[in-house]
């Protein structure tokens, strides 16, 4: 069983695909930095605040805690369990969302570009294809 295992694990897509993972999590946690320290600072001071995260809804006023009453911590507040309609941690990750797809949008653009098209690959059929094209085409003028 570890011999099967070690050939799976072996295979190239296997390998690709954990390297891509791999990537893809560093990959992630770069954009995250560039949406939470530079992105959405910006977008929250052209409305109005410093900390976009900070903008939420407390759904149920009865369940937040003395303590934390008036608080505006949306960390703190969900950690106490408070229920909260959390509307600029969803705008962050939705700006998360697409600044990963247009940066995807753009690589596969690029490999696009760069592979062959299926036209340029079915020019370059083997010999022996082409030969057999022909023998086709004799066999039918023969006959028509």
Same mark, same amino acid.
């Given at each position: ?62 369940? %937040? ?9 949306? #960390? +703190?507040?969900?950690? @106490?369990? $408070?229920? &909260? *309609? ?24 690029? %490999? ?9 690959? #079915? +020019?370059?059929?083997? @010999?022996? $294809?082409? &030969? *057999? ?12």
């Amino acid at each position: 069983m570890f011999k099967e295992f070690k050939a799976f694990i072996m295979r190239g897509n296997v390998m690709d695909l954990a390297i891509a993972v791999i990537i893809g999590a560093a990959f992630g946690k770069i954009v995250t930095s560039l949406t939470d320290d530079i992105i959405m600072p910006l977008i929250g001071k052209v409305f109005g605040g410093l900390d976009f995260s900070s903008y939420f809804l407390v759904l149920n006023a009865d369940k %937040v805690p003395p303590a934390l009453a008036g608080s505006t911590d949306y #960390a +703190a507040l969900k950690k @106490a369990g $408070v229920p &909260l *309609l959390g509307y600029g941690e969803f705008i962050t990750q939705a700006v998360n969302f697409f600044i990963i797809a247009f940066i995807i949008f753009l690589m596969i653009r690029a %490999v696009n570009r760069v592979m062959p098209k299926p036209e340029e690959a #079915a +020019a370059a059929d083997p @010999a022996d $294809v082409v &030969l *057999l094209r022909e023998i086709r085409d004799e066999l039918r003028a023969k006959r028509g």
